[in-house]
């Protein structure tokens, strides 16, 4: 099958989305910490979108017990997440801009890690690791829009996934109370419903249209 050009991708996005928005989806660097559930499933919505840059950054590599939930093939099994996840949008985004970074995001390395994105998604699985990169974005990224996640495990409904605004450059998603210490543990329905609200909060920052605190 023969690729469309880049020029009949954009037009085809053009369509869907109008000239203005796709103008500034295309103009727009995203940087998602971590690409296991809700990272990966983040990537491949806004890849679909037709946001212009993605950096994708995490330390770790592909795991029989993330096939459930995370947006990897069997075939990729060792390889590392970054890679892995570029190879796979790739197929689905072929003019999509991509930064792979197989680094684990620390206080001292966030800075430089996250400089170029307009907007970042948090998507780690540890309560820590969270806490640092929003604290980390908030002091040492003054102008940089945050988009986080709180609570998506377990099988209660997916209606009490929702999008909230805490600041005027920060987002929170997921239901702010399930823990996957609590019984059952992250399903991939859920962590899905998650991270579209995670790729949705971005393109509605991208197009101001954001909800009210």
Not at 53 to 61: A, E, G, K, M
Not at 151 to 176: H, P, Q, V, Y
């Amino acid at each position: 099958m023969t690729i469309p050009t880049k020029a009949e991708w954009l037009d085809a996005l053009t369509q869907r989305h109008g000239a203005e928005l796709q103008s500034r989806f295309s103009a727009a660097t995203v940087a998602i910490c971590g690409l296991g559930g809700l990272g990966s499933g983040i990537a491949v919505a806004l890849a679909r979108a037709g946001i212009g840059t993605l950096i994708l950054i995490d330390f770790d590599r592909v795991d029989l017990s993330n096939l459930h939930r995370q947006q990897y093939k069997a075939c990729q099994l060792g390889m590392y997440k970054a890679d892995a996840l570029t190879d796979n949008l790739r197929e689905i985004a072929p003019y999509l801009n991509i930064r792979p970074m197989t680094e684990r995001i620390t206080e001292k390395n966030l800075k430089t890690l996250l400089k170029d994105a307009d907007i970042v998604c948090e998507a780690f699985d540890v309560a820590e690791e969270k806490a640092m990169l929003i604290n980390g974005v908030s002091e040492q990224l003054p102008h940089t829009i945050l988009v986080a996640a709180s609570g998506m495990a377990g099988l209660e409904s997916a209606n009490n996934i929702r999008t909230r605004k805490i600041t005027n450059r920060f987002w929170l998603c997921g239901d702010e109370t399930s823990d996957v210490a609590e019984g059952v543990g992250l399903v991939s329905t859920r962590v899905a419903v998650c991270a579209a609200h995670q790729a949705h909060a971005v393109l509605r920052v991208l197009a101001k249209q954001t909800e009210r605190r």
